[in-house]
């Protein structure tokens, strides 16, 4: 399976939103919900910020919000803050095999 | 707390075989689908596989399909990866994590182990 398709690179300033996308096909990202979204420091383990599109695990702002449209899911981040600095990355389910696979991955930086 | 703690990461040749383990606690194991996903230093994270909490569901990512295997003991809260066949691509830090429900998300990951395929 191919990765998702994620920009490389994302930037704004802090205070501002920035959205990321993650680009499938129907047979991921378009055909169901399971999709999830991970940010991770260097040398840091992933963490999960967003599951089944739009849901927040506890302890997770809600500067960080999930959406989708068709085959595309995105990751929007509202008031931007220094360490929102960090790779992103999305991940979802797909069909054929049944397996998940994660998007390319996006640096953001805050300017 | 919950803790999951990988192991077994190594230097092997081409062609070689290893065992990684996860050892978890904190929680009901058993209750929980588990995943393994690997990431080259660097660069980005891969799914490798994950299986069902009784075993009895198991599903691999292109990459490592018939070569890789996922298997667990829920008496010994443990999570394996057999790794055979391998190859230089890889060569990567793997991380044990565990589902959230049956969404194929990631709510903890261990810090990982690293594997170095080369002669």
């Known amino acids: 399976q191919s990765a998702l398709t994620q920009p490389a690179s994302v930037s704004g300033s802090p205070g501002q939103s920035i959205t990321i996308s993650c680009t499938g096909t129907?047979?991921?990202?378009?055909?169901?919900?399971?999709v999830s979204w991970y940010q991770q420091h260097p040398g840091k383990v992933p963490k999960l910020l967003i599951y089944?599109?739009?849901d927040r695990p506890s302890g997770i702002s809600s500067r960080f919000s999930g959406s989708k449209s068709g085959s595309t899911v995105s990751l929007t981040i509202s008031g931007l803050q220094a360490e929102d600095e960090a790779d992103y990355y999305c991940s979802s389910y797909s069909s054929t095999p049944p397996s998940y696979v994660f998007g390319s991955g996006t640096k953001v930086t805050v300017l | 707390e919950v803790q999951l703690v990988e192991s077994g990461g190594d230097l092997v040749q081409p062609g070689g075989s290893l065992r990684l383990s996860c050892v978890v606690s904190?929680?009901?194991?058993?209750?929980?689908?588990m995943t393994w996903v690997r990431q080259v230093p660097g660069k980005g994270l891969e799914w490798v596989g994950n299986?069902?909490?009784?075993?009895?569901?198991?599903n691999y990512g292109g990459s490592v399909r018939g070569r890789f295997t996922i298997s667990r003991d829920n008496s010994k809260n443990s999570l394996y990866l057999q790794m055979n066949s391998l190859r230089a691509d890889d060569s990567a830090v793997y991380f044990c994590a565990r589902d959230v429900r049956a969404t194929g998300a990631h709510d903890y990951w261990g810090q990982g182990t690293l594997v170095t395929v080369s002669s």
């Open positions: 299986i069902r909490q009784d075993g009895g569901d198991k």
């Open positions: 129907s047979t991921d990202v378009g055909g169901y919900n399971s």
């Open positions: 904190g929680f009901t194991f058993s209750n929980y689908w």
């Open positions: 089944e599109v739009t």
